[in-house]
Each structure stands twice: as C-alpha cells, then as structure tokens.
C-alpha cells in the first residue's frame, strides 16, 4: 500500500520499514510474497509443533485446571 511506511512512522512515532517474506525451502517463488507470508510462516509449525513455542510454560496445575482456573490464575498473576 502505498504511503504505508509514512503512515506507521507519525502514528507509532518511530522508523518503521516494509517487511517482505524471505523464500522457503521448498515453496515455490510464487507464494514468496506477502499475499502468503502468514500460511509460509506457518509451514515450519505445521510440520514441528514444538517450533512455534517461544519459551512459555504453563504450570502444571494450571494447565490441568478449566478455562475459569486459568482466567483466575491469569488474574492473580497479572494484577
């Protein structure tokens, strides 16, 4: 889009620059670009699971627990 840039840099207030996917092992040239850089990226996690973890780890109790417990404990952690 064009002026995207300039938009971002006076509403964030910092530089700001255009991001384009890098080509993927394997992914033709055609889908290198951003119409399909979320499903690209998303090629690595689909075939290792463990590769879109960013270090988080839930405690056991609270994973274990329903949905409340871990708004509940999200709650008590974050406030």
């Given at each position: 889009?064009?002026?995207l840039a300039?938009?971002?840099?006076e509403t964030?207030?910092?530089a700001v620059r255009i991001g384009r996917p890098e080509?993927?092992?394997g992914v033709?040239?055609?889908y290198c670009n951003p119409i399909f850089s979320t499903a690209v990226g998303l090629i690595p996690i689909a075939l290792d699971p463990a590769a879109g973890?960013?270090?988080?780890?839930?405690?056991?109790e609270v994973a274990a627990g329903g949905y409340l417990k871990r708004?509940?404990?999200w709650l008590r952690d974050g406030f």
């Open positions: 889009m064009k002026g300039g938009f971002a840099e964030l207030g910092r080509a993927a092992d033709p040239a055609a973890r960013r270090g988080h780890r839930v405690r056991a708004v509940g404990q």
